[in-house]
């Protein structure tokens, strides 16, 4: 089995932060649920627990990093995208300042319902200036997004998960920015995909495979900017078309970045977007939704089927066997 | 344009001591722009003007102005890319840590401020000739690019949670210098306002002093018509911060302001003013002052005519 990791910000970030004294901690009330408990614990005269008042914490954030110290902001990815879009655009987004937004749970990740599902946040974020928008997808990115985003001169949203998740990349293989994972190499299908979305596609590419269907299969962790070659050249060489699979609505995030990258390049194959098709959501299991809102493993078998005009057979026993084996080594192995 | 210190940019070098007359002279400055650009904002000129000159003169412990006294054409927006940008901070001096900072919130105050620097001799005169000028820094309502602005806060209510984070960041380094922040009493409307007060006692932040320019005014007219702030001084204490109310035109009120500090409680200044004050020509709009916009050549000469008797009045 793939290896399971159990909250891995919750002692990474404290470790990171420890030779970092210019990293301070505003959040908003959510201290234990954004994996805060250590670093509280570590560093309390560095850790500001603003209460239920996200405008003013956004404020407060932009005000410290006028004054040179780095704000790391803790919360959910509705209340910084949806609460508080104003005090970031004109606070932190308009004079570029150091403040990074962490924002949990994203999409359907959490059964929170309508109210805690970031399902815009993506679209909001990657239309501001200045801004810099990234997305984890397992233990390692998780861990290495903080260099990505303490390296960047500006301000950064990105997606984290918490809780328990895979390692689908090598911890030695950190999420770099601006870059593509390549998960898996053919010349038929494009598939593109980001955050929780791409564990749940590996459980379809090798049944895919199987039946003969050349998938290049990108992980994509930086959503602004977004110009890496890699992208645009997976794209043009995909001879059936492009899926792209993405844990937020369709309209606005990956979907659309890939698609502005193929009509600004006159890529003209047929894409199909995967993601939330102009709906909410509402509190349920990740699993279950990924299967109602067509995000799951069977649906990309069905995005494919769909350019080829044919049916493949895939059953969802197989499907779920995929579950149980060693989804790394399935990409390793394929990956050259 | 020429951007050297030629003669006429020079900055006024003989500031008055009497900060009554720097407001005299903030009011009749802003009001001749006013004419010239066939409106603006006129009525907070003539709220702000003493408190303006006092914390130029007297309150602020702040550097000489870093700023040319021609400022530069407009460069852009902050970002990563545009390294030459210049801040309007500079024209409140250098950022050390002893000295204090100003932060403007209701940037609709921007033709006040500018007028204040010239006349507090930290922007040339002539400046004003680039007033709302395509490619200048002037603008209506300023950004962080404009003379005396640090930041960008024209959506109300944004600017006291900035300068709380700033003097946060200025006690976690142990800077002695101050914050002093301007807002309006409309920003009582904010609930980002509310946030902020509840957050600066909670953290005991004490090195910044709010100043409220309580003009009771707003675009739809009377402030307590449109959504009542009153009681004000009850309200803001009941945040926990300290509360005092003075007569925002007494400059020895305005110049006591430091006297009331406490430790390890905010400090807010309610500084009640009058919208129309020194600018009785304008007085017949009241309160529909916010936005001073002539309805006739008539009216435009009307308010020529009050200049001029302002300027005579001065000379005797």
């Known amino acids: 089995m793939i290896e399971a990791v159990s909250r891995p910000h919750h002692t990474n970030f404290p470790d990171w932060a420890a030779e970092k004294p210019e990293v301070v901690v505003l959040t908003g009330d959510l201290t234990r649920p954004c994996e805060l408990g250590l670093f509280r614990d570590r560093f309390p005269e560095r850790t500001f627990s603003m209460g239920m008042a996200e405008q003013n914490m956004i404020g407060f954030a932009g005000g410290m990093a006028r004054e040179g110290l780095a704000p790391y902001v803790h919360t959910f990815g509705v209340f910084i995208a949806r609460r508080t879009l104003d005090q970031i655009e004109m606070s932190v987004a308009y004079p570029n300042l150091p403040v990074k937004m962490l924002g949990f749970l994203p999409g359907i990740s959490t059964p929170g319902g309508a109210t805690h599902q970031a399902i815009d946040d993506m679209a909001i974020m990657r239309t501001l200036p200045n801004m810099t928008v990234l997305e984890t997808g397992d233990a390692t990115e998780v861990e290495s997004m903080l260099d990505v985003a303490h390296a960047v001169n500006g301000p950064v949203y990105v997606r984290v998960l918490r809780g328990t998740m895979r390692r689908l990349f090598p911890k030695d293989e950190p999420m770099k920015l601006n870059q593509a994972r390549v998960l898996g190499r053919g010349g038929d299908v494009a598939l593109i995909t980001s955050g929780i979305c791409t564990e749940e596609a590996l459980l379809a590419t090798q049944a895919l495979a199987e039946r003969g269907v050349g998938i290049q299969h990108l992980h994509i962790s930086t959503l602004k900017p977004f110009d890496d070659p890699a992208v645009l050249e997976t794209v043009l060489a995909a001879r059936r078309g492009v899926v792209t699979m993405e844990n937020h609505l369709t309209t606005g995030g990956l979907g659309s970045a890939v698609a502005e990258m193929m009509t600004t390049n006159g890529a003209g194959g047929r894409q199909i977007r995967l993601g939330l098709q102009d709906t909410y959501a509402h509190g349920a299991t990740q699993a279950y939704l990924m299967r109602l809102h067509g995000m799951d493993a069977r649906a990309l078998v069905g995005a494919v089927e769909d350019l080829y005009s044919d049916r493949f057979g895939v059953d969802d026993e197989e499907l779920a066997e995929a579950r149980l084996i060693d989804a790394h080594e399935t990409f390793k192995s394929e990956a050259l | ?316």
């Not at chain 2, 900035?162 to 003097?167: E, I």
Request: aromatic share 6%.
């Open chain 2, 1 to 316: 344009m020429d951007r050297s210190p030629a003669a006429g940019t020079a900055v006024i070098d003989e500031v008055p001591d009497d900060a009554r007359e720097i407001a005299r002279r903030i009011r009749l400055r802003a009001l001749r722009q006013v004419i010239e650009n066939k409106g603006g904002y006129l009525s907070q000129a003539c709220s702000s003007a003493e408190a303006l000159a006092v914390l130029y003169t007297n309150l602020m412990n702040i550097g000489a102005s870093e700023g040319p006294a021609m400022p530069a054409p407009y460069q852009g927006v902050p970002g990563p890319d545009n390294p030459d940008y210049l801040s309007g901070g500079m024209y409140n001096g250098p950022k050390r840590p002893e000295l204090d900072r100003f932060i403007l919130s209701p940037t609709h105050y921007s033709l006040a401020l500018y007028v204040t620097l010239v006349e507090v001799g930290r922007l040339a005169p002539a400046t004003l000739d680039e007033f709302e000028m395509d490619g200048g820094t002037l603008e209506m309502i300023g950004a962080e690019h404009s003379p005396g602005l640090e930041i960008t806060s024209g959506s109300f209510g944004q600017a006291i949670s900035q300068a709380a984070g700033m003097a946060l960041a200025r006690r976690l380094k142990g800077d002695a210098g101050h914050v002093w922040l301007y807002i309006s009493d409309g920003e009582m409307q904010e609930g980002q306002t509310w946030e902020a007060l509840a957050s600066m006692a909670h953290h005991r932040i004490d090195n910044l002093t709010v100043l409220i320019d309580a003009n009771g005014q707003q675009v739809d007219g009377r402030l307590e018509a449109v959504t009542a702030a009153e009681p004000m001084r009850e309200r803001i204490e009941a945040f926990g911060a300290k509360c005092v109310e003075i007569d925002g035109h007494d400059v020895e009120a305005l110049l006591a302001i430091p006297a009331e500090r406490e430790t390890g409680r905010p400090l807010v200044v309610i500084c009640r003013t009058d919208p129309a004050r020194g600018m009785e020509v304008m007085r017949d709009r009241y309160p529909e002052t916010h936005y001073v916009i002539f309805r006739s050549e008539e009216e435009r000469e009307r308010y020529r005519d009050y200049a001029s008797a302002l300027e005579k009045e001065s000379d005797t």
